[in-house]
Each structure stands twice: as structure tokens, then as C-alpha cells.
């Protein structure tokens, strides 16, 4: 998967995105999601979902995929997503 134009959404609490996160990645917590629905839909593609373990991006994904939104990928951990774009 090429990631250098995707856009990486980390869904975990501000709290967790503060300690740690992608360089230039968008945090919108899982629980926000459905109330930025409309600005996620107006993002570009490919969208790249992670958070701590995997968990919560995978439930995100699911949403946006039942929502119309279909170039997104669960990039679990944001260590890998993060890992994997600096490589």
C-alpha cells in the first residue's frame, strides 16, 4: 500500500494522540466520528485509520465503509502506520 498521499486519521482520545502520534496525521477520536462524517467525507483519499492496537480504527473503518466512504484502509497501531511511512 502506498501511503505518501494518504491521509492518516488517529482515532484515539486527544489525551493518547498527545503523547504520541504520525507526523501530519488528523485526530478525530472513534466517538466524533459520526459528527464529522461531512468533513471526513470531503477529505482526499486514500484515508489510512489507526489508533493503539488496532481496535478502534477497525470499528472506524467499518463505519465510514457503511457510510459511503470506500478508499480507506486500517492501518492498526499508529507505531506501524508511523513505522511504515518513514521508512
Known sequence: ?????????????????????VPGSINIPLDSI????????????PLVLCCASGVRSNAACGYL??????????????TVVNAHLNN
Open 1 to 21: 500500500m502506498d501511503l505518501t498521499n494518504a491521509v492518516v486519521i488517529d482515532v484515539r482520545t486527544v489525551e493518547e494522540f498527545q503523547m504520541g502520534n
Open 65 to 78: 465503509q457503511k457510510n459511503g466512504i470506500s478508499d480507506l484502509y486500517d492501518g492498526g497501531p499508529w
Open 34 to 45: 459520526p459528527e464529522r462524517l461531512r468533513e471526513i467525507k470531503e477529505m482526499r483519499t
